[in-house]
Every structure is written in structure tokens, then in C-alpha cells.
């Protein structure tokens, strides 16, 4: 009776892991088919890159994203509903790395092995896991073009330009190539040619590079966001002439509070808690005194009072479960098109136009309380001319916040570089 019971439960496991891979190995072939495609196209269509020809480069280069749109919302749409429509997705997922591990996988050999986790690597620091996601080599000049020609544009209006480079957590090391360095060297080599300025946090790093972020997620620590706040607005002070009071983002200013929930990161996610342990999840709040009115797309409302009672969303502490909680979103209420922060207590006309990725959640809550008025417009997101906000808002300072991973993101990422 027992071997029968044994024998029913080994069936299941390994049926259940044949499905999961037959899924897994779907969606990859897809995404692939995807990629190739548009490669293809990108290769075969010469977009025009004079400063004249903006607007018709912009438009020949959205025929290719909405056709990559298209097919990555179908492939979206079936994950979808194995990830959220599918309740006990992870379930199976949890019991598959149990039977690895049970076999003597540990989580390097489970991410080779894992269809679904191929691209993750695991870095060892301080005997703790931490997990990071390699570049692929893909082709990013048309992005590299988008954000010069964008650049140049800013500038020939008078206003003031930067590109604020976040660092990503790849180190290098691992069992995949990464491809960071030499497209972050393209990057560079193509900003200064064309004589635009480039901030790069990761110069600023004393300490191993995976110290500044969660151990299971790509993000980094709200602490590593208010630390950039310093080194952006120490640079703005000296190129661009403005005055912030930098010693607000000295770590004395704040107060940290260690939320009791654990925290497991979208990396963490795909290896789940069977091969690594959750973070702790910081709040930070400031010990200075803010006023702030403040816009929030998504919430379509107006907040008025402190960062804490403007910029953080307490409804997403809300505990829906370790593999459902996302708590990163607490910062700035995650992804918006559209958030503007009007500082209550300067009056000295600075106006700032962030245009970031999510990095910069955990940023634009205390930087917001540098300038009197900062818009913050993520353009995955923001369904608007951008051209027109431009002309409409008047800001001093446009800055992009992007990290180079942003070149190779897939699908709506694209739109990040959509600067219409």
C-alpha cells in the first residue's frame, strides 16, 4: 500500500514538472520567435537620425514596437493566466525545486537546469545568496540614437540635460555572459561624442556592488535610492547652478523602521523560498520637516502634507502573501505615467522633469523635496506627447534615469525610449 502511495506521488511530481517545462519551454519559443523578428526588422529599416528628421525616426521606430507590443501582450496574456489567474501556480513551482533540491541540486545547478530561471545568477557574498539577471547581447543603437537625438533636442531649447545612470546588479560573474560592460561602453563612448553629460552611480561605489541592492530582487535598498538623491543633487549644484541643501540625505536625517513581513524580490519569486531566504523590507522616514501637494496618476488625487503622507502607499503593505506582496511599490505607489511633487516650502522657481524607470521609485519621494515643482513621467506608461509636456511645463532640467539593463528590456520597455 505504501509503495502505491509512493508511487502515485512521484507520478504526480514528475507530470506536474513535465507540464511546467512544456509551458515554460512554449513561452520561451515565442518570446525567441519574437525577438528575432524584430532584430530582423530593426536591421533591415534605416531610420533617419538628423536632428530635422525627429519626429518621422521616432514614428518608423513605433511600426516595430507595436508589432513587438502585440506579440509580447499575447505571450503577457497566457503567463497571466498562469501566474495570476492559475492560483496555485507556485505551488507547483515550490514542489518542483523541493524534488531538486531533494536530489542534491543546489541553486546554481537548479538555475541551469530551470527553463524559466536561465538567465538568473547567483552571486555569493558574505555566505548569503544574492541574484541578479546577466544582459543578453542585443543590439542597442536605435535606443542609444533615440536618447541623443533627445538630448541634443533638450538642449537646443536651453534647458539643461543629464542622463542619470542607476546601476545594475550583474557583476559579470556567474554561469551566463553578461553583456553590461561592453554595451555600457558603447553607451558612454556614443554620449560623449555627442557631447551630452552622463552621471554614473556606479563610480561612486565602495563597496561590492550587490551591498546596494535587495538579495531577491534587481531593485535597490531605499537607502541606496536616497544616497543617489546626494550624488544627483551634488552634481546638479556644481554643473548646473542650482543650491540644494545636500545634508538632508545624510543617514542621520532619517529614521528606519524594518516592516515584520518578509520580502521576497521578483528574483526571489522564480527561485522561490525552497533555494533562498527573504529580505527585510525598510521604511525610511524623513526627520526634517516637509510640506508637499502632490499629484498621483494612477491614484488620479491630489495628496497634501508630508513625504510620508504625499509619497507612500501604505496599501501596499498589505499582506496578500509572500509570493504576492509587492512591497516595493510602497515608494512613489510603484509605476506612473504621470506624478507631480510641488514642494510647499521653496519658492525659488526650480522645475525638474525626471523621466525614470523603477529605480527611481525609491528616489523621487526625497528628491521631490529638493526643487519647488518636480514632474516625474514614466513613459511606459504615460500615453501623452512628451514633446508637448516639454513646451507646456518649461522645467530647467530634464533627467532620464535609466540604468543600461533599460536597453534590452523587451516589449512595452521600448517605450522608454519613445520620446515623442
Known amino acids: ?71 509580447n501582450g499575447i505571450t503577457d496574456k497566457i503567463e497571466n493566466i498562469f501566474t495570476t489567474e492559475f492560483k496555485y501556480r507556485y505551488f507547483f513551482v515550490i514542489l518542483k525545486n523541493q524534488f531538486l533540491k531533494l536530489l542534491g541540486q543546489d541553486m546554481t545547478v537548479a538555475l541551469a537546469n530551470g527553463q524559466d530561471d536561465q538567465d538568473l545568477v547567483v552571486h ?13 547581447d542585443v543590439n542597442i543603437d536605435r535606443k542609444v540614437e533615440a536618447v541623443i537625438e533627445f538630448g541634443k533636442g533638450i538642449e537646443e531649447k536651453g534647458i539643461n540635460f543629464l542622463f542619470f ?35 554614473t552611480v556606479k563610480d561612486y561605489f565602495n563597496k561590492p556592488s550587490e551591498s546596494y541592492f535587495y538579495k531577491t530582487d534587481h531593485h535597490w535598498l531605499p537607502e541606496t535610492g536616497i544616497w543617489a538623491d546626494k550624488i544627483l543633487c551634488n552634481y546638479m549644484n556644481s554643473e548646473f547652478g542650482y543650491s540644494v541643501n545636500t545634508e538632508i540625505y545624510e543617514c542621520g536625517k532619517y529614521r528606519t523602521e524594518v516592516f515584520n513581513e518578509p520580502f521576497l524580490g521578483s528574483l526571489g519569486k522564480k527561485v522561490t523560498h525552497v533555494y533562498t531566504n527573504a529580505d ?99 513613459l511606459r506608461h504615460f500615453n501623452g506627447s512628451l514633446e508637448k509636456f516639454i513646451l507646456d511645463r518649461k522645467p530647467q532640467t530634464v533627467i532620464i534615469c535609466y540604468g543600461i539593463d533599460s536597453f534590452s528590456e523587451k516589449g512595452n520597455e521600448n517605450s522608454l525610449f519613445d520620446f515623442r
Open 124 to 136: 555569493y557574498q558574505n555566505s548569503e545568496d544574492s541574484l541578479s539577471m546577466p544582459m543578453h
Open 1 to 71: 500500500m505504501n509503495r502505491k502511495i509512493i508511487s502515485c506521488i512521484l507520478f504526480f511530481m514528475t507530470f506536474t514538472m513535465m507540464l511546467f517545462i512544456v509551458f515554460t519551454k512554449i513561452i520561451g519559443y515565442i518570446e525567441n520567435k519574437n525577438s528575432e523578428t524584430v532584430a530582423r526588422w530593426e536591421a533591415e529599416i534605416d531610420f533617419p537620425i538628423e536632428d530635422t528628421h525627429i519626429e518621422l525616426s521616432q514614428k518608423s521606430k513605433s511600426n516595430i514596437y507595436e508589432y513587438e507590443n502585440t506579440v
Open 280 to 378: 527585510e523590507f525598510k521604511i525610511i522616514y524623513p526627520q526634517y520637516q516637509t510640506d508637499l501637494t502632490v499629484f498621483v496618476s494612477n491614484q488620479n488625487k491630489i495628496f497634501s502634507g508630508s513625504i510620508e503622507e504625499t509619497l507612500f502607499d501604505y496599501s501596499a503593505l498589505e499582506s496578500k502573501g509572500l509570493y504576492e506582496n509587492n512591497f516595493y511599490a510602497f515608494y512613489g505607489y510603484g509605476d506612473n505615467a504621470w506624478i507631480n511633487i510641488h514642494n510647499n516650502m521653496l519658492h525659488d522657481g526650480s522645475r525638474v522633469l525626471l523621466l525614470k524607470q523603477s529605480y527611481a521609485n525609491c528616489m523621487y519621494p526625497f528628491l521631490g523635496f529638493s526643487f519647488e515643482d518636480m514632474d516625474v513621467i514614466d
Open 165 to 199: 545612470e542607476v546601476p545594475d546588479k550583474c557583476s559579470g560573474e556567474g554561469m551566463y555572459l553578461d553583456y553590461s560592460q561592453e554595451k555600457n561602453v558603447q553607451f558612454h563612448e556614443a554620449m560623449e561624442e555627442a557631447e551630452l553629460r552622463v552621471l
